[in-house]
């Protein structure tokens, strides 16, 4: 458990330090959400309607942004290597690794959420909603997308496939977001039954992110 | 009785992109014993110690640790100090090692100070690693190799960078590291400064 807490702890550090990249995603969120009320235009309505969906989007592409760097960083200076040989099981490294992303790149999107809301006319339940369904959500996107970030890792140019490998994997995830977002806020449907269905998207990731991303960092030695 | 371990390489075979590079390479070298890889650029040197370290896969053969910690791979007991330095840039001096010793070393550590003074840079123990010259990363990457007590160490070029002064320093390493039993694989151009087996590979 000291090794993974570890492994934790400095990638949180790194992240959170200057050029770490933390922000990024966030800042990428922001610029999509606060651009999307110009490009509709006034209706007050139709972003009511529509804000769960760009909510969801902006979530989505902005933790692609910062996913191809998950492994590409400790590949290109040497520390893969040394994580790959050490007493560590390496699926337990890869798992600490997507935690530590989820809780450095993740998290904040959850927390700007609320905020966001504002700009696209919702109110306190339905951004409470978007919320909690990026909550139960995220994890699934960075445990899916570190499968990606593993098979792109020792190409040097990998951001793009990345997100080619990654995107119809994420499909199910923005759709049950969505949709239970929508059913707290208009219904008719119950918000139980597709919010069921995303935190049990988030579970089946975890379980297979982790091995899948292992072999294919074994398999990708050279 | 407690064999001394032994570090046996029999019959290895190495491809790199479709080429083969070395073959029917038998090695084997003893508690105590440091082993130099020397052959030409391209022989293959690297490529024999990343095999050893599990980061590529032998074509054909097999490397063994006989007498080693118990279930334990050939890796698992090695410390692998590549070209590559394995360091933060954004972290200082303390937090890259203190986080390669809880996670490699998981407990069983040499404390961090120590370390960094017997590799000479204990006076830029808080400048972020960033700062550091071409020789204090070196010296870095091998308090490492103390911070965490492994049986193998594979040293791929490890005076690179170093000065003269670094380069004593590091082979009175290495000779404390031999009388306690341990093993030391180094691909080498020059002299290591302690006596070693030599392997020559390619022609």
């Not at chain 1, 050490?86 to 905020?115: D, F, M, N, Q």
């Not at chain 2, 064999?3 to 070395?22: A, T």
């Not at chain 2, 590559?84 to 070393?105: C, H, I, M, Q």
């Amino acid at each position: 458990m000291t090794a993974l807490g570890a492994l934790i702890r400095r990638d949180i550090r790194i992240a959170l330090r200057i050029g770490g990249g933390a922000l990024i995603g966030v800042l990428f969120f922001l610029t999509v959400v606060v651009l999307m009320p110009f490009a509709v235009g006034p209706d007050l309505a139709l972003l009511t309607r529509l804000g769960p969906a760009i909510l969801w989007l902006g979530a989505l592409l902005a933790s692609l942004l910062t996913l191809d760097r998950l492994f590409t960083a400790d590949h290109e200076d040497g520390s893969l290597d040394l994580i790959i040989m050490s007493r560590t099981p390496l699926e337990l490294a890869c798992a600490a690794k997507a935690l530590a992303h989820w809780l450095a790149a993740g998290l904040p999107l959850v927390i700007a959420t609320p905020v966001l809301g504002l700009l696209l006319n919702l109110d306190a339940t339905a951004t409470g909603a978007v919320a909690l369904t990026l909550l139960a959500g995220t994890p699934a996107l960075t445990f899916i997308g570190m499968i990606g970030a593993a098979l792109a890792v020792t190409m040097s140019r990998g951001g793009l496939l990345l997100a080619v490998l990654v995107l119809p994997l994420s499909i199910p995830v923005l759709i049950f977001g969505v949709a239970a977002s929508q059913a707290a806020i208009v219904g008719p449907l119950p918000f139980g039954a597709p919010f069921s269905i995303l935190c049990a998207l988030s579970l089946v990731s975890f379980v297979i992110g982790p091995f899948a991303a292992a072999t294919s960092l074994r398999n990708g030695l050279d | 009785m407690q064999l001394s371990p032994r570090l046996i390489g029999h019959d290895v075979r190495c491809v790199r992109g479709g080429r083969e590079v070395f073959s029917s390479l038998a090695f084997e070298a003893r508690a105590g014993e440091a082993l130099a890889v020397t052959g030409h650029n391209g022989a293959g040197k690297t490529s024999l110690l990343r095999l050893i370290a599990g980061l590529l896969l032998p074509a054909g053969g097999t490397i063994a640790i006989e007498g080693g910690e118990g279930e334990l791979t050939v890796p698992e007991q090695a410390h692998y100090l590549g070209h590559r330095d394995a360091l933060k840039p954004a972290l200082s001096v303390r937090e890259n090692l203190t986080f390669w010793a809880d996670f490699l070393g998981g407990g069983m550590t040499r404390p961090i100070p120590d370390c960094l003074a017997a590799v000479g840079i204990a006076h830029a123990i808080d400048l972020p690693a960033g700062y550091l010259s071409a020789g204090q990363r070196r010296r870095l990457s091998l308090a490492r190799l103390l911070a965490v007590p492994r049986l193998l160490w594979l040293l791929d070029e490890p005076t690179a960078a170093l000065d003269v002064a670094g380069q004593a320093m590091f082979a009175g390493l290495m000779r404390e590291h031999l009388a306690g039993g341990g093993l030391i694989v180094a691909a080498t151009h020059g002299p290591l400064g302690i006596d070693t087996r030599e392997l020559r590979i390619g022609s």
